[in-house]
Every structure is written in C-alpha cells, then in structure tokens.
C-alpha cells in the first residue's frame, strides 16, 4: 500500500536532550505528591493490554495540568509542533505515557476511532525502537513479514512521529521489541474525536 505524503512523519529532535532527561526524570526519580505517578512507578510491567496490543508495559494518563512548569511547556510546544504537521485540530486529548520493558512490544493494530480522531502521534524517550506500519490483518498471526508489505521507520529518543491520514485508519502500526536496548517511554498524543 502506498501512503500518500504527510501521513507518516518522523521528526527528529524536536525536544533537546537537556529537555528529554528533564521529562523522564519527572516520571521515573523526582519526588512528588502526585499519588498517581507513584503508583506508576511502582506498578509491575503487564502483560496483557485490554485489546492484546501491548505486552510489557505500564501506562499512565497524565494531563498536562499535572506536570511540571518546565516539562509542560515543553510537551505545549510538541503539541505546537504537531499542529504545524496536520489537519487543522479542533480539540486535543489528555497525553498519556506508555512506558515498554526492555523486552516490551506493541503487537501490529489500528487504534480505536472510538477513543480518538485523526492523529495519533507519540514523543519517544530513552532509547530507539523500529516502527512498523502494515495493512491490517484479521488475526495477529497473518502479519506479513516481507519488506513489501511493511514500512519501518526508526523512531529515536527526542523524535515525534505523526500518523494521520491512511497511516492512521488503513494501516496497522507496532513497535517492535529490541532486547538489547532499555525500557522505551513515550508521550502519546491525540486529538478528540470531533462530533
């Protein structure tokens, strides 16, 4: 399937690195009274995800309220930037963090309409993974392997990918697991479905 332009982005670099350990040091070390985010962190890895999509993982719906001065303006700017890359969007979703084990993945599937709208789009943290993008299957165990029927993009520390558009509802997407790299966090973001 090809993809018609725009409806995969990858951006490299669009937080600094002083501003990317600033945010993962506010989910994982600083101290605060957030009683959510302790519960985060000391919440065991999963394995199993509501709709099968995620094997080891924790997640965490963080609005931006709840951040940091600092960390909030920096993850205001990510949604600035995502706006300058899509359709006009008439109202964001809270962003929620996805945090994946070492030897966690997100298996190949489309995100629910019922839940969001056109975007979907993701701030990676810690370390690199490769993203696949495939037409959808009616079982996971049809996933093609062959580079014809696959699109792999690298998704990097600091990076913001985008899907919208076919990426978005055509194409199922995943992460794969790299057990020789480290956890990997990112910032998902939204928009809300419009009525």
Request: with cysteine.
């Amino acid at each position: 399937m090809k993809l018609s332009p725009g409806a995969v982005k990858i951006l490299p670099d669009v937080i600094s690195q002083e501003e990317h350990d600033s945010i993962v040091d506010e989910l994982l070390f600083n101290h605060t009274e957030d009683f959510s985010l302790k519960r985060f962190r000391r919440r065991k890895y999963e394995r199993d995800h509501w709709d099968a999509a995620i094997v080891g993982f924790k997640e965490i719906e963080r609005p931006l309220s709840q951040w940091s001065s600092g960390n909030r303006i920096v993850l205001e700017r990510v949604r600035g930037i995502i706006s300058q890359n899509s359709d006009p969007i008439q109202s964001w979703l809270e962003p929620h963090v996805i945090d994946l084990a070492k030897d966690g993945e997100i298996l190949p599937h489309v995100d629910s309409i019922k839940f969001s709208g056109g975007l979907v789009c993701g701030l990676s943290l810690i370390s690199s993974r490769v993203m696949c993008l495939q037409p959808p299957q009616e079982s996971p165990e049809n996933y093609a392997k062959g580079p014809d029927d696959m699109i792999q993009v690298q998704v990097d520390p600091r990076s913001l990918y985008i899907l919208s558009k076919e990426s978005r509802f055509d194409m199922a997407h995943s992460i794969a697991k790299c057990p020789e790299n480290s956890r990997r966090m990112s910032i998902i973001f939204r928009d809300a479905l419009s009525s």
